[in-house]
């Protein structure tokens, strides 16, 4: 087993780039690309985004618990993210390159389709790559030093698809053509990229696989732990809200603010700056006030800056570029500390029972964050459709850019309230849950 070194974390953790940019591109464009490129009505619009998840309830645990039995010579967990690393390039393309079909239902079955394909890739990579970290020591100073290179990197990779995606778009004349051209480009740095965290892993502590308890089903195992499910639920509830912001923010830049695209890579740039500078602040907070309490507060925080993006009603971009720095700010906190607080969830629960389930939650978690991130577009479509809003990318009424920013901005800080009463209840059981 190699030494958890810096270098040897920083190359896993690159890993968290193709991550970041499957999550962040569909979150910010795939609605957006449906609704204006592709003349979808957004509340069909909205069930490309939901249905693919439906499947992600089965596969996503299915993949974990493979992963925690495989008796493989080389390591059980590193092998799939090679896998992932090959499915994942040419199916995140065909995403954002459809044919030109007759009618707009058999785009939207294309779309949905290449979506499932593309989200069953991300998950053979990604539920290994959330695992590993509570496997790679019995340290916690390791494992969150793993954590945060990951979540550096997914910094950068909400760099580059929501500030670099929508400028390969538009710097590719748009519609169709810019949007293709920009999936080809993010399918092949992810495919890279997970690569990298592939072969870095190799090096990783391989831990044995237990065999699987005879008095317990492993998900009676896993939903009897009180702490996991509250925090699970804190989880998906916070990815709500962040989806529904993410995919009604180019709408907000272009009715809204009267702005071009690249307004959106601006804003994103901003939100980016603020989550990359303040991660080894948060790690700080973590050590001196706990986990618990630091993972509320990331959420308050992160909830008024969500609230605070209400200022793109002013058009002041000054204004809206503050507001998406302390929104980055709060997600910081908020995508770090519950990944840090994953293996504690977990780690009690499995020798209770005398066999590892770490696979397993992380199918959970990863099908939580992603039906969260499904709720969310879907929401978003939804609410774009009962305030009047028009597919086709033809001229709005009034009600409809009027009611834009409250759905982007004052909603989803709600939404980000109501995560902390799973949290309150995560508190009171847990208190010092990952110290």
């Known amino acids: 087993m190699a030494q958890v070194t810096h270098a040897r974390a920083a190359a896993y953790g690159a890993g968290s780039i ?10 910010l464009l795939l609605l957006f690309f449906l609704t204006e490129t592709l ?4 509340a069909w619009a909205g069930l490309a985004v939901l249905l693919p998840k439906a499947w992600e309830f089965i596969f996503d645990p299915t993949v974990g618990l493979l992963s925690d039995r495989a008796r493989l010579k080389s390591g059980r967990r590193w092998p ?11 199916s995140f393309a065909l995403l954002f390159a459809p044919p030109v079909l007759d009618d707009w239902r058999l785009t939207l079955a294309w779309v949905t389709v290449s979506f499932l394909l ?3 890739a991300y998950s053979i990579f990604a539920i290994p790559f959330v695992t590993m970290p509570g496997e790679v020591s019995d340290d916690p100073v390791t494992r969150t030093r793993v954590v945060a290179w990951r979540m550096a990197f997914v910094g950068v990779g909400v760099l580059t698809a929501g500030g670099l995606a929508p400028l390969l778009v538009e710097s590719n004349g748009g519609g169709r053509q810019g949007f293709a051209h920009m999936g080809l480009a993010i399918a092949l740095l992810g495919g890279l990229v997970m690569l990298t965290a592939g072969l870095a892993a190799r090096g990783f502590r391989q831990v044995k696989p237990a065999p699987a308890p005879r008095t317990q089903h492993p998900l009676r195992h896993l939903l009897g732990n009180r702490a996991y499910r509250w925090l699970w639920i804190s989880y998906v509830v916070q990815m709500v809200s962040i989806a529904v912001s993410a995919a009604l923010l180019p709408y907000a830049v272009q009715h809204v603010m009267k702005a071009p695209a690249s307004m959106v890579s601006v804003l994103f740039v901003a939100m980016t700056a603020g989550s ?18 630091a993972y509320l507060l990331a959420s308050i925080v992160c909830a008024a800056g ?19 720095l302390a929104a980055g700010i709060g997600q910081a906190g908020q995508q770090l500390l519950p990944l840090s607080l994953l293996p504690a969830a977990t780690e009690a629960e499995d020798k209770a029972a005398g066999a590892r389930h770490a696979g397993l939650f992380a199918g959970i978690w990863v099908a939580g964050e992603k039906l969260g991130m499904a709720l969310g577009g879907a929401l978003a479509a939804l609410m774009l459709g009962l305030v009047g809003y028009v597919e086709g990318g033809v001229a709005q009424a009034a009600e409809a ?25 995560l508190h009171r059981i847990a208190p010092k849950l990952g110290d």
């Open 18 to 27: 193709a991550a970041a940019s499957f999550v962040v591109t569909p979150q």
């Open 80 to 90: 799939w993210l090679l896998v992932g690393a090959c499915l994942f390039p040419p």
């Open 306 to 324: 969500s609230a605070a993006l209400f200022s793109v009603v002013t058009g002041n971009i000054v204004l809206a570029c503050l507001a998406a």
């Open 118 to 120: 593309c989200t069953s």
């Open 401 to 425: 850019v009027t009611a834009i920013p409250w759905l982007f901005a004052i909603i989803p800080g709600l939404i980000l309230l109501a995560s902390l009463l799973p949290l309150r209840h």
């Open 276 to 293: 990359i500078l303040t991660m080894p602040v948060w790690v700080r907070i973590r050590a001196w006030a706990g986990a618990m309490r």
């Open 39 to 42: 003349a979808v009505p957004p």
